[in-house]
């Protein structure tokens, strides 16, 4: 029975050596590269204000729930006489 599996050896052996395989990676990189579908400067604006604007309000939110969390663990420390 013959088997049919492509493995690391093999496919380094039809390669080439280092610097073959290296030109045919990057042969492969820039290919893809070219089926990339880039965002225009309008949609990359919109996500950035979008992306900042999320981590303001997220930042705010930890605020404010930290010093909430904060303030009750002072008062829970006074109350019961700890420290």
């Known amino acids: 029975m013959a088997e049919n599996t492509t493995t690391l050896e093999t496919v380094k052996e039809a390669a080439g050596g280092r610097w073959e395989r290296a030109r045919l990676f990057l042969s492969e990189v820039r290919n893809e590269l070219k089926r990339v579908t880039w965002p225009s400067r309008k949609e990359v604006y919109a996500t ?5 604007l999320t981590s303001l309000i997220f930042g705010l939110y930890l605020f404010v729930l930290d010093y909430g969390v904060n303030t009750l663990v002072q008062w829970v420390f006074r109350r019961f006489g700890a420290a």
Do not use: D, S
């Open 48 to 52: 950035t204000i979008v992306v900042i």
